[in-house]
Nanobody
Framework: QMQLVESGGGLVQAGGSLRLSCTSSGTGFNRNGMAWYRQAPGNQREWVATVTAGGARAYEDSVKDRFTVSRDFDKSNLYLQMNNLIPEDTAVYYC?????????WGPGTQVTVSS
């Protein structure tokens, strides 16, 4: 099993930055890819970024030049550095991990960007 807890969300003005963290416990962090998703009010949850166990990264187009995903294997932490935030980035951000073929989600952290 895998347990995930996000932190680092908050209220920020447009153009500002936030760094989200996701702490993992249990099994699977070192072997599998990890991802960030987000869900804005009234919208479906959408993929934001992925980092594989080997370090390859992928981003949704709207965040590609502003967000950076990384992971710390020693601490079993996943990060999302978000720069130049815009109001459209307002959402609950979730991290997702996989362990033994099952997907696990954290409870999410709220990010609100004011204009």
């Amino acid at each position: 099993q895998m347990q995930l807890v996000e932190s680092g969300g908050g209220l920020v003005q447009a153009g500002g930055s936030l760094r989200l963290s996701c702490t993992s416990s249990g099994t699977g962090f070192n072997r599998n890819g990890m991802a960030w998703y987000r869900q804005a009010p009234g919208n479906q949850r959408e993929w934001v970024a992925t980092v594989t166990a080997g370090g390859a990264r992928a981003y949704e187009d709207s965040v590609k030049d502003r967000f950076t995903v990384s992971r710390d294997f020693d601490k079993s932490n996943l990060y999302l550095q978000m720069n130049n935030l815009i109001p459209e980035d307002t959402a609950v951000y979730y991290c997702k991990g996989t362990s033994r073929g099952r997907d696990y989600w954290g409870p999410g952290t709220q990010v609100t960007v004011s204009s």
